[in-house]
């Protein structure tokens, strides 16, 4: 699968829900057509979903769930790693020595946190430290290329800070990774409320699933929130529901969203074509993902060799930071 001059690539995502639209354009579908020129792991951040707490059935059910509707997605096992977080402990180790190494004040400045901790009831100290366990999950790979979507852009900017920081202090340590960001797709919002971007956790009439059956994807779509400007023109701040629309379909088709807008004088119309457009990519998605779920033995088996591979890169990676910093001799 890999040679050395590959680059190294590494994201992550959370099981705390299945895959929405926001989550395929913004980020699977780049991975997925990499894989072949690119040496990537995916991991399943199960640790990461746990800075809100959630019933522990629920929870077994969702990292399933996102295994299976990321291979269906096209995250392909045989072409790249893919496994869960906490069956590989060196994400926790190096994560408490990435804690150490950031400064309560770059946390607080993540605007990530400054969002959450509006939103729940109980802010987990786990949710002010999150990002610290994210640059352990980048670090331990020797990662060369983060591609996330725009929402991940502080996190991954972070991560940099602490790897230059902790190789000036101990020595050279860490690959020095860079974000990787898609043109188009980075930030699809949400369909009921565009000036809010799609989200796991907004889960209302504008969060397309990829597990939401053709007839609920129309709906959602004829329903999308525009405006009353009656024109369609690619513009995010003036028509941020019809912006949203175009970008979604250039995602989808490849063509750019100006281009796009001039073929389009109704909404109904647009609405439609970007209906059918999601629809096409999404629902083969589905599908497999049923059918990939009926043998969860088989996907326990797919992860578990995931983290065999992780972990045989990732203990090299901690054990050079844990001789560095003094806690483990050399051998
Ligand atoms: P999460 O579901 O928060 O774990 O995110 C997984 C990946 O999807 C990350 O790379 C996010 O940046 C990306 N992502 C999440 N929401 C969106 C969105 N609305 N638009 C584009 N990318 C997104
Ligand atoms: N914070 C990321 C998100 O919510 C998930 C994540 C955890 C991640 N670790 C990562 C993404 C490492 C990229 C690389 O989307």
Redesign the pocket.
């Known amino acids: 699968m890999t040679t050395a001059k590959h680059p190294r690539v590494?994201?992550?995502?959370?099981p705390t829900g299945g895959l929405h639209l926001g989550n395929l354009l913004g980020?699977v579908k780049g991975w997925v057509s990499q894989l072949d020129h690119t040496d990537t792991i995916i991991?399943i951040?199960d640790l990461?979903a746990l800075t809100v707490a959630r019933d522990p059935t629920e929870t077994r059910l969702n990292r399933l769930g996102l295994a299976a509707a990321l291979i269906a997605a096209g995250v392909d096992p045989d072409r790249c790693i893919l496994f869960m977080?906490s069956a590989v402990p060196e994400h926790a180790q190096l994560g408490w020595i990435m804690q150490c190494n950031a400064s309560f004040g770059e946390l607080s400045r993540m605007t990530?946190f400054k969002e959450k901790r509006e939103r729940v009831d109980f802010i987990s100290s786990g949710l002010f430290l999150?990002?610290a366990?994210?640059a352990a999950?980048?670090l331990l790979y020797d990662t060369d290329e983060?591609p996330?979507?725009d929402?991940?852009r502080q996190?991954?900017e972070l991560?940099r800070d602490l790897a230059i920081r902790f190789n000036n202090r101990y020595g050279r340590t860490f690959v020095v990774p860079r974000h990787v960001i898609a043109p188009v797709g980075a930030r699809v919002m949400d369909l009921a409320n565009p000036t809010n971007k799609m989200s796991k956790s907004l889960d209302g009439p504008g969060t397309i699933w990829l597990s939401d059956p053709v007839a609920s994807i129309e709906k959602k779509f004829k329903r999308a929130v525009t405006d009353s400007l009656d024109s369609v023109t690619y513009d995010r701040e003036g028509q941020p529901g019809v912006a949203n629309l175009l970008d979604i379909l250039s995602a989808c088709t490849g063509t750019p969203p100006a281009d796009l807008a001039r073929s389009y004088d109704q909404y109904g119309a647009l609405k439609l074509d970007c209906a059918a457009a999601v629809i096409e990519l999404v629902e083969p998605i589905r599908q497999r993902s049923l059918s990939l779920l009926q043998d969860p033995a088989e996907l326990d088996r797919i992860l578990n060799t995931g983290a065999n591979r992780a972990k045989e890169i990732a203990s090299k990676v901690l054990a050079r930071a844990q001789t560095h910093i003094g806690i483990l001799e050399r051998s």
């Open positions: 590494f994201s992550g995502i959370q980020a991991c951040v990461h977080q990530q999150y990002p366990l994210q999950d980048i983060v996330v979507g929402d991940q996190h991954v991560c």
